[in-house]
């Protein structure tokens, strides 16, 4: 699980409280955890994707700690916050290196996007991904909730349970909010029209 793996919840935490403080050694010893959890979500992102997707684990996870660790970006308060914020940065690099390759397509045999499984399932189709990242926004905009846990589903590769630790929620919670938000996604996907 991804969430096991993590450095303890207290050490990030204080090194985050260090760093808000103006201490620079804290972001010298926070770093190499930042970029270990980065790549572990990374891969449980595109671990299905190997073979379909153009982006390697490794590129999601720098275009990815770009993003956080630009300007003004360092406001993480715990380990919980740090991953759904890193969830929405890999979303963004996704919906931008999906738009990048349907701009170089433009058109042609698109299938039917299913959600059963992951986010694999969208990334064959780049205009798959831009139809599953409107519909998150359009899920977000009624419900927050049920868009993060969308994110952290697709975007970040968690199971319900470390879903459920992330969001501070019950599993069962999560599961009945997932499926929820999977049909949701589903039925609204299906009924926008292909460009």
Do not use: C
């Not at 970029?35 to 449980?44: G, P």
């Not at 153009?54 to 360092?74: D, K, Q, V, Y």
């Not at 890999?90 to 990048?100: E, G, I, K, N, S």
């Not at 780049?126 to 846990?149: N, Y």
């Amino acid at each position: 699980m991804i969430l096991e793996a993590m450095p303890d919840l207290s050490q990030t935490t204080i090194l985050l409280r260090r760093l808000r403080a103006g201490d620079s050694s804290a972001g010298e010893q926070l770093t190499p955890i930042v970029f270990q959890e980065l790549n572990r979500l990374a891969h449980a992102v595109m671990l299905d994707e190997r073979k379909m997707h153009t982006l390697a684990p490794t590129e999601l996870m720098h275009e990815a700690w770009i993003r956080l660790m630009g300007p003004g970006n360092l406001d993480w308060q715990d380990r919980a916050h740090f991953i759904r914020i890193a969830a929405h940065a890999m979303r963004q690099v996704l919906v931008d290196h999906a738009r990048a390759k349907k701009a170089q397509k433009r058109g042609g045999g698109s299938r039917p996007l299913s959600l059963d499984s992951s986010f694999a399932a969208a990334a064959a189709d780049p205009g798959h991904v831009l139809d599953l990242h409107e519909a998150i926004g359009d899920l977000s905009r009624e419900d927050a909730v049920l868009g993060q846990i969308v994110e952290l589903r697709f975007f970040a590769g968690l199971t319900l349970e470390e879903t459920a630790r992330v969001m501070n929620l019950t599993t069962q919670q999560v599961y009945r909010s997932w499926v929820f938000a999977r049909g949701w996604l589903q039925r609204r996907i299906d009924s926008t029209p292909r460009t």
